[in-house]
């Protein structure tokens, strides 16, 4: 017969660490550092000190400056509930509550200045877009919308109820080619479809977000060409064929940007997988501080200067960015598709969006210099240039 083997009791006088005390263990190792604040030593000591000096955070009698900033970081970026954070930081849930609004108030005051362009007159082009030079160099963004999933009561379900049968915040963002977003607008109920943010009053003429087929055509907003292939996936199994889906590959290539960074700034801030039960306005406060901090860790990493931009091809894009954009796509269109194809006879290029046409079958520009009936590719491109530089009568 077997015999029972005694099982000890557990101790009961083991001490757990205070909040304070964890919070000082965590910032001694950068590794547990980076998975339970999000960041790593320095970064979190950097990020404390600009919200002290510049938004407000302060210590009191209950709360260290320092612990308050480790709780909302590890609420926020492990999707912590307050009966948690009150259980791991051994404080009542009301301190909790309290010190977490506060932080959250901060927070959202440092996301104000941080979620804007870095050069509000982008005078110069991203690196990024330095290939495609001088057809993309007006593109300053790309914007998009992205639903956060948000627990409301039972009298607002149904607003925030969105078309996939689950409550949302619908936040509508522009990000620039650094993955950092330069605009967000957020407390829109979820089956709210996505709308146009900024006024034409509130962008700089000749410049362009990369945005949607949903969105209606209108300057400041560069669409795709709606009757052919624009998805990247689409892409995957057969090359694009003619004019309109090399451009909509292209232009699919950059906008990508938006949803990888949508992609991070939910991976990073797990919260918004799913915001707790808060009251509407916490929850987008909670939303928008989580932007800002996003843009926080993405102006950490090293970035290439860009080129300046040529005031000419600015000075042209302000003159044709027509309603539709229509203009302004037909000649990136043919002028990405010259990036990539050898030979280019003239008869597939409108001469109206080279130039204005010859008598004698090429195309003058301002300046005398003509465009020959066929010209190898890169000659193309550079003729390109010239003719907005010079300002081409188009």
């Known amino acids: 017969m077997a015999t029972a083997i005694p099982v000890q009791p557990p101790a009961d006088d083991i001490d757990e660490l205070t909040g304070i005390q964890w919070v000082r263990k965590v910032l001694q190792d950068p590794k547990r550092c980076k998975i339970h604040f999000r960041m790593y030593p320095d970064a979190f000591r950097q990020l404390h000190d600009i919200l002290v000096q510049n938004h407000g955070l302060q210590s009191t009698r209950e709360f260290s400056s320092v612990e308050g900033l480790a709780m909302f970081l590890w609420g926020v970026g492990t999707r912590q509930c307050q009966r948690q954070m009150s259980d791991r930081f051994r404080r009542g849930l009301w301190t909790v509550s309290d010190k977490f609004g506060e932080v959250l108030e901060c927070v959202a005051s440092f996301a104000d200045a941080v979620l804007r362009p870095k050069d509000a007159h982008y005078r110069t082009v991203h690196e990024r877009l330095e290939k495609y030079t001088p057809f993309f160099d007006g593109c300053i963004g790309a914007l998009d919308g992205t639903h956060i999933r948000v627990c409301v009561d039972r009298k607002s379900h149904d607003d925030f109820t969105n078309r996939k049968g689950w409550t949302s915040q619908n936040v509508i963002a522009v990000c620039d080619f650094d993955m950092r977003f330069t605009f967000v607008g957020v407390g829109k109920a979820g089956e709210v479809h996505s709308m146009k943010v900024l006024t034409p009053e509130g962008r700089l003429g000749g410049m362009y977000y990369l945005v949607d087929s949903g969105y209606a055509g209108e300057a400041g907003y560069l669409g795709p060409y709606r009757n052919s292939r624009y998805h990247l996936r689409e892409f995957e199994r057969r090359r694009a064929e003619n004019w309109e889906e090399i451009y909509n590959f292209h232009y699919s290539s950059l906008r990508n940007v938006i949803e990888r960074s949508f992609g991070v700034f939910k991976a990073r801030w797990q919260m918004m997988q799913g915001v707790s039960r808060y009251p509407r306005e916490k929850q987008s406060k909670i939303i928008l501080a989580c932007f800002g901090l996003h843009n926080y860790m993405e102006r950490l990493k090293p970035r290439t200067p860009g080129t300046p931009m040529n005031q000419w091809t600015h000075a042209w894009l302000a003159q044709n960015s027509t309603e539709d954009m229509g203009r302004v796509r037909d000649w990136i269109k043919y002028g990405v598709a010259s990036l990539q194809l050898s030979w280019?006879?003239?008869?597939?290029?409108?001469?109206?969006?080279?130039?204005?046409?010859?008598?004698?079958?090429?195309?003058?520009?301002?300046?005398?210099?003509?465009?020959?009936?066929?010209?190898?590719?890169?000659?193309?491109?550079?003729?390109?240039?010239?003719?907005?530089?010079v300002g081409a009568r188009i």
């Open 344 to 389: 280019i006879p003239t008869e597939y290029v409108p001469l109206q969006v080279i130039g204005s046409g010859g008598g004698d079958g090429s195309s003058e520009l301002d300046d005398g210099m003509k465009i020959s009936e066929g010209c190898f590719a890169g000659n193309w491109r550079q003729v390109c240039i010239v003719s907005w530089a």
